[in-house]
């Protein structure tokens, strides 16, 4: 499989003048794309084919599919294949959707060409999961299950523990939906290795690591025969390994790289000192005297990526003349992403913040927050809404789905991290999950936008609710903003119940700034009913503001040019 995570190598076939300025422009924002000459297009194809990890093609679909028919091989290591007509008004999907990246590809090739992107693969247009798309290995009868789960057909979930999938339409099942003759399709989840037939699909979670040890000079040949052979015997399927982890004298071990490189996962490294603080079966004085630990293989296969202690011992250290290998175990960890929404229009909603939305199998959200992505969320989502004021219970109801080993993301508006979602919830995170923060476009930036450049140099922000935290400590912190000159934002700046903070902090700014400081009140930034209003320090009537504004201060440099609040940087060569 070709892996566009990674920078590909991208090859551009054109026939006409029109294809040749499309590609130009693929190659002008895309170092990693070339054009691909030849004698003829046919010859270009091949040759884009055959030497590049993904095509895109400016040519007729006919045209590419009848060139490329003799070459198909196996989706697994076929390049992607987009293909873009004439005019670039559609950017096709032609091969390699899931497999090869072809379905990524040819979104970023419609969003850089304006193009639009038409992508057929069934799962996608659907709005469902891809097996081959969550991450993990995928095997057996994996167009069948997926073909099963499209239509409907009852699918029998078997999992040997709870991983953090995203989620599944309900006609996927994890009690048994076998009826009289009927035999179910099935869809596991488990490292061993199973018998497959025409309606079972794999997937194979990262769960297995295998501690390595070896003396200098290990061949690769024997650490990868050693390994393949002891997973073999214990029924262990290759595809569910994590990593392979060692002691740190053993990071730059020739033969384990290789090995690691091979395979296809990284190498871990742990100090002596942390190796022999592991509890092991098998403890041996001559190691300990060579390398400061008792065991090298078994506690480091213990230790894992995270050396959060969560592990099984499945095979004690089994060695050869220069190997040692041992194979544990790793319990799931859920996981929970904290999302930032942005301000609320949907192009300023990051792709990552999409793409976590879609990998989640339950959503926790301010209602008002979850209305605005429900049309992003996969079939089957569990939505978790609540009013506002309910903060605490959103941390913890996403905290525990992610603990009992779900997916799960909560979202926040703006940026999760600023005065929103993230910091509650992290509070109560402990190591037992995985957390991703993706984040935002900030209300401040948002409103930003719309003011002119009032942030152009150093600026504050500041909430005025005293809900949680004392005014004291708010009326100090506005005391040192105004008398450091900073930019000032003001969050939360003034509700019915809490009409009279706003004033006062402006009564602060104002015995440190001169009466005409400009000052712009941003409601409902990037949603309907936005609006921008300009004033002074001395001008502003705080009756316009209320909980959906965000009231930027300038500093005393800050001025209105052109009817927008602009803060110098400062720049010598503006002197």
């Given at each position: 499989m070709h892996d566009l995570t990674v920078t590909p190598r991208i090859g551009l076939v054109a026939a006409t003048a029109a294809g040749r300025r499309h590609a130009?422009?693929?190659?002008?924002?895309?170092?990693?794309?070339?054009?691909?000459?030849g004698e003829t297009v046919a010859d270009a194809l091949r040759s884009a084919w055959a030497g590049c990890d993904a095509v895109v093609a400016f040519l007729a679909t006919g045209a590419a599919v009848r060139i490329l028919a003799p070459l198909l091989a196996d989706k697994r290591s076929d390049p992607a294949v987009v293909v873009v007509d004439e005019a670039a008004r559609h950017a096709v999907a032609l091969l390699g959707g899931h497999a090869g990246g072809g379905n990524d590809l040819t979104e970023q090739v419609g969003a850089l060409l304006d193009a639009r992107p038409v992508i057929t693969t069934a799962t996608d247009a659907v709005g469902l999961p891809g097996l081959d798309t969550l991450g993990w290995p995928v095997q057996g009868a994996v167009a069948a299950v997926s073909r099963a789960i499209l239509d409907g057909e009852p699918v029998h979930l078997i999992a040997d523990a709870q991983w953090p999938l995203p989620a599944l339409p309900p006609n996927v099942h994890t009690e048994s939906t076998d009826t009289g003759n009927t035999v179910a399709y099935r869809l596991l989840v488990t490292d061993r290795v199973v018998p497959l037939d025409d309606r079972t699909a794999v997937l194979r979670p990262p769960?297995?690591?295998?501690?390595?040890?070896?003396?200098?000079?290990?061949?690769?040949?024997?650490?990868?025969?050693?390994?393949?052979?002891?997973?073999?015997?214990?029924?262990?399927?290759?595809?569910?390994?994590?990593?392979?982890?060692?002691?740190?004298?053993?990071?730059?071990?020739?033969?384990?790289?290789?090995?690691?490189?091979?395979?296809?996962?990284?190498l871990v490294t742990w100090p002596a000192t942390r190796l022999a603080a592991v509890d092991v079966p098998h403890p041996s004085e001559v190691v300990r005297a060579a390398v400061g630990t008792p065991s090298v293989a078994e506690a480091a296969a213990l230790l894992g990526p995270a050396g959060q202690g969560d592990a099984t011992?499945?095979?004690?250290?089994?060695?050869?003349?220069?190997?040692?290998?041992?194979?544990?175990?790793?319990?799931?960890?859920?996981?929970?992403?904290?999302?930032?929404?942005?301000?609320?229009?949907?192009?300023?909603?990051?792709?990552?913040?999409?793409?976590?939305?879609?990998?989640?199998?339950?959503?926790?959200g301010l209602d008002q927050y979850l209305d605005q992505v429900r049309d992003v969320l996969r079939p089957g989502t569990r939505v978790l809404s609540s009013g506002l004021g309910a903060e605490e219970a959103r941390a913890r109801a996403a905290v525990?789905?992610?603990?009992?080993?779900?997916?799960?993301?909560?979202?926040?508006?703006?940026?999760?991290?600023?005065y929103a979602m993230a910091s509650p919830a992290l509070e109560y995170a402990d190591e037992r999950i995985d957390v991703v923060g993706v984040p935002g476009v900030t209300a401040a930036l948002a409103a930003g936008?719309?003011?002119?450049?009032?942030?152009?140099?150093?600026?504050?922000?500041?909430?005025?609710?005293?809900?949680?935290?004392?005014?004291?400590?708010?009326?100090?912190?506005?005391?040192?903003?105004?008398?450091?000159?900073?930019?000032?934002?003001?969050?939360?700046?003034r509700s019915r119940a809490r009409d009279w903070q706003l004033g006062k902090a402006l009564g602060i700014l104002a015995a440190h700034r001169p009466p005409d400081t400009p000052i712009?009140?941003?409601?409902?930034?990037?949603?309907?009913?936005?609006?921008?209003?300009?004033?002074?320090?001395?001008?502003?009537?705080?009756?316009?503001?209320?909980?959906?504004?965000?009231?930027?201060?300038?500093?005393?440099?800050?001025?209105?040019?052109?009817?927008?609040?602009?803060?110098?940087?400062?720049?010598?060569?503006?002197?």
């Open positions: 130009h422009t693929v190659t002008a924002a895309w170092p990693h794309a070339r054009l691909i000459e769960s297995l690591v295998v501690g390595v040890g070896a003396s200098r000079g290990v061949p690769a040949a024997e650490v990868t025969e050693l390994l393949h052979r002891v997973l073999a015997e214990a029924g262990l399927s290759p595809a569910s390994l994590r990593c392979l982890a060692s002691a740190d004298v053993k990071a730059d071990e020739a033969g384990i790289l290789s090995t690691a490189d091979a395979i296809g996962v990284p011992l499945l095979v004690g250290k089994t060695a050869t003349a220069m190997a040692t290998v041992a194979v544990a175990r790793h319990a799931p960890r859920g996981r929970l992403a904290v999302v930032g929404l942005g301000p609320g229009a949907a192009d300023l909603r990051t792709p990552r913040a999409v793409a976590e939305l879609r990998r989640a199998a339950v959503v926790v525990a789905e992610a603990t009992a080993g779900r997916a799960v993301a909560l979202v926040g508006s703006g940026d999760a991290g600023v936008a719309l003011l002119g450049a009032p942030l152009g140099h150093d600026h504050a922000y500041l909430s005025l609710s005293d809900l949680h935290t004392p005014w004291e400590v708010i009326e100090r912190r506005v005391t040192a903003a105004a008398e450091g000159d900073f930019v000032t934002l003001f969050y939360n700046p712009g009140v941003v409601r409902n930034a990037s949603r309907p009913g936005e609006r921008v209003h300009l004033a002074t320090l001395a001008t502003l009537d705080p009756a316009v503001v209320d909980m959906y504004s965000v009231v930027v201060v300038g500093s005393s440099d800050t001025r209105l040019i052109a009817g927008r609040m602009v803060t110098p940087r400062g720049y010598r060569w503006r002197s």
